[in-house]
């Protein structure tokens, strides 16, 4: 049984930098049929992805966001992160860690099992 | 970058047949999955791959993608199908890749 938990702090400053972690169980971050990924959903609207990782490290940012985004892996810890820095209003959101089925002819595909999510509000 | 467009509502009654369509500039050549969200609750796939069900998702969800709109639909709509509904692509040949639709919201009158 594949789990994903996101954990961190749930309020966070604006300016300041906001750090998740993604601990998995039931599957391992180096298998390589997957990449591991963040999505974000801010109150009332729809899904946001914000990025991807392999267990190589490489990563796929979305561009609004890539100037202020690092995703790391953690193979030893079976976990993968998230830091985002000068965080503002508009990163308010419920943010959700995802795997998601790599296909080697076409790359990166659906998420298959997703977290909880997690409620992360930044106050001024 | 790639934008996919979604119907902002679609309303069903029990028992009938509920289609959302996904937009997207020659989606047909794209791969497409779709998303069940209920309020609350994290996102559950429920196809994949433009016609492929999870072995955990009934058999009344089902997937196509013609080429001018990738489609869910839902037969025998049920009073717990009512949720957010989203598609998704990954598009390879830009930099923004991972691609949501805005969602549909299908309420069961």
């Known amino acids: 049984q594949v789990q994903l938990q996101e954990s961190g702090p749930g309020l966070v400053k604006a300016s300041e930098t906001l750090s998740l972690t993604c601990s998995i169980s039931?599957?391992?971050?180096?298998?390589?049929?997957?990449?591991w990924s963040w999505i974000r959903q801010p109150p009332g609207k729809g899904l946001e992805w914000i990025g991807s990782?392999?267990?190589?490290?490489?990563?796929y940012y979305n561009p609004s966001l890539k100037s202020r985004l690092t995703m790391s892996i953690d193979t030893s810890n079976n976990q993968f992160s998230l830091r985002l820095t000068s965080v503002t209003a508009s990163d308010t959101a419920v943010y959700y860690c995802?795997?998601?089925?790599?296909?080697?002819?076409?790359?990166?595909?659906?998420?298959?099992?997703w977290g909880q999510g997690t409620p992360v509000t930044v106050s001024s | 970058s790639y934008v996919l467009t979604q119907p902002p509502s679609v309303s069903v009654a029990p028992g009938q047949t509920a289609t959302i369509t996904c937009g997207g500039n020659?989606?047909?050549?794209?791969?497409v999955h779709w998303y069940q969200q209920k309020p609350g609750q994290a996102p559950v796939l429920v196809v994949y791959?433009?016609?492929h069900r999870p072995s955990e998702i009934p058999e009344r969800f089902s997937g196509s993608n013609s080429g001018k709109a990738a489609t869910l639909t839902i037969s025998t709509v049920e009073a717990g199908d009512e949720a957010d509904y989203y598609c998704?692509?990954?598009?390879?040949?830009?930099?923004?890749?991972?691609?949501f639709g805005p969602g549909t919201k299908v309420t069961v009158l």
């Open positions: 791959d433009d016609t």
């Open positions: 990782i392999y267990s190589t490290g490489t990563t």
């Open positions: 039931g599957a391992s971050v180096n298998n390589g049929h997957y990449y």
């Open positions: 020659n989606i047909g050549a794209k791969t």
């Open positions: 998704h692509v990954w598009h390879s040949s830009s930099e923004s890749r991972g691609v």
């Open positions: 995802a795997r998601q089925y790599y296909d080697f002819l076409s790359g990166p595909a659906h998420f298959d099992y």
